[in-house]
């Protein structure tokens, strides 16, 4: 159990590095994006574009049970997100 349990640990570990350098490749995206719109005059929450990108992504999960999972991430990635562009980083 132990080894089995370590071993799942460390792939998860994987992901997870993984998973930061894609988060951190976003973040940059979202800044640029968020100066754009403010040179736009444009305001930060695009709720079509969200409802768009939920959709997409969740066409791409493979299992039903996974959907509320990826869902609640994306929300959050989207809250965060706005947040970034409303602080003008």
Known sequence: MSENLQKLRR?????????VKLLARRYKEVCLIGRLKREANR???DPEREEDVLKR?????KEEEQSEYIRSIYLSIFKESS???????
């Not at 792939?11 to 998973?19: C, H, N, P, V």
């Open 43 to 45: 305001d930060v929450v």
């Open 83 to 89: 947040n970034i562009q409303r602080e003008g980083v």
């Open 11 to 19: 792939r998860i570990d994987r992901i997870d590095r993984r998973l």
């Open 57 to 61: 992504v969740l066409r791409l999960v």
